[in-house]
């Protein structure tokens, strides 16, 4: 879909990647963009700079996906959307009733609202965590289902949920399958990318970050920015009726990762290792080519880089840092 004078949806626009690629859009010619998010886990933080742009705006009447009558509303005259409100992993774990309702209702009720107001074009979030544990390295959007979390068996109904509705009512959609993303805003919430911010926070206080398990855990780590461009790469391209990975295809194990963080902070701490504790996958990696191939979309911010921007956010936005770590029950 071409963006010109478009009018989109980011529904979740305020978190993690919905801020970012909100960020994306302002880049480009699209008309007008609209946040529909309960701020549940988003934060008004994350789309300050944003909302500097008179197109961009918060939808006001609310901004959750089970009230469906105001989705509705908000679904008027919308010509793409980005669908990317969830519970993240450990909260489905721990309450799959509510992961249920938010990511199997919630995207049905998404899906239902774009179908009758016939949306052009929706990018849907699904997870690498359909895959679950590698089978085979690096993994291709053919790999098994070896999903064994409820957050994964979600994500899968909702593709499965595109999938179906998506062919009988003619809706164009994509789905991507995010490996870990992390970059500046993210929180401490992260089943997997949290351990950045713990080490980084104790590297600030002076004390030794800690490795649970013997650290060689390895994921595929890909740039917060770079998976925005991907969203819009997907909204823009022909593609339709797929999902697709988007990651770096390269492994880092979480010992390498957590030397890179010492290197780039000047830190010479050793590490510190601990038992592991609840741990979901520890070996994924995924292969990026078909979403170069049909989204025209290629990573370019490699995790050194990444990195750096993530301790310069820290630095400059320290208010915000603190605001998540008071979300998360941390001391600030
Ligand atoms: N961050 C990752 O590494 C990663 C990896 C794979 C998949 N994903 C998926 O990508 C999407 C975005 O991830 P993120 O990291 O930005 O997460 P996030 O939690 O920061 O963003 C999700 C947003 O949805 C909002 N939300 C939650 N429940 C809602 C509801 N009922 N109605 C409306 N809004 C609601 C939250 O407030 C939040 O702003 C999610 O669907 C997530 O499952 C993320």
């Known amino acids: 879909m071409d963006l010109r004078g478009k009018r989109i949806l980011v529904v979740g626009g305020a978190g993690l990647i919905g801020s970012h690629i ?33 197109r961009v705006t918060i939808f006001p009447q609310g901004g959750d996906v089970l009230h469906e009558d105001i989705l509705d509303r908000a679904m008027a005259g919308i010509d793409g ?10 909260h489905c774990h721990e309450y799959p009733a509510s992961a249920f309702e938010v990511n199997v209702r919630g995207t049905f009720a998404v899906i239902q609202a774009c179908i009758r107001h016939k949306v052009k074009r929706v990018v849907y979030s699904s997870s690498a965590s359909v895959y679950g544990n590698a089978v085979a390295i690096p993994m291709t959007e053919d790999h098994p289902y070896n999903n064994f979390t409820f957050y994964g068996a979600t994500k899968i109904a909702g593709e499965h ?6 062919s009988q009512h003619g809706l164009s959609w994509v789905g991507l399958r995010y490996m870990n993303v992390y970059g500046p805003r993210q929180d401490y919430k992260g089943a997997y990318i949290a351990v950045m911010m713990k080490i ?3 590297l600030d206080l002076g004390k030794q970050p800690v490795v649970y ?11 917060v920015g770079d998976v925005a461009r991907a969203n819009v790469c997907a909204m823009t391209s022909e593609a339709t009726g797929h999902c697709y990975n988007v990651g770096r295809g390269i492994g880092t194990s979480i010992r390498e990762l957590s030397e890179l963080l010492l290197h780039l902070t000047g830190s010479e701490l050793p590490l510190r290792y601990e038992p592991a504790g609840q741990t979901f996958v520890t070996n994924r990696i995924g292969c ?3 979403a170069a191939r049909d989204l025209g979309f290629r990573w370019t911010v ?7 921007r993530l301790i310069d956010w820290r630095k400059n936005d320290q208010e915000a840092v603190n605001r998540k770590r008071r979300a998360a029950s941390l001391p600030v």
Request: charged share 25%.
């Open 213 to 223: 398990g013997d650290g060689s855990q390895q994921y595929d780590f890909i740039y």
């Open 288 to 290: 990026p080519e078909a």
């Open 302 to 308: 490699d995790l050194e880089e990444g990195m750096r």
């Open 81 to 90: 959307v980005f669908h990317l409100a969830a519970l993240w992993l450990l």
């Open 161 to 166: 949920m595109f999938k179906s509705l998506g």
């Open 22 to 54: 909100v960020d994306e859009l302002v880049k480009t010619d699209v008309g007008e963009i609209v946040v529909f998010d309960n701020f549940s886990r988003g934060t008004m933080d994350n789309l300050a700079g944003a909302l500097k742009d008179p």
């Open 200 to 202: 980084l926070d104790n």
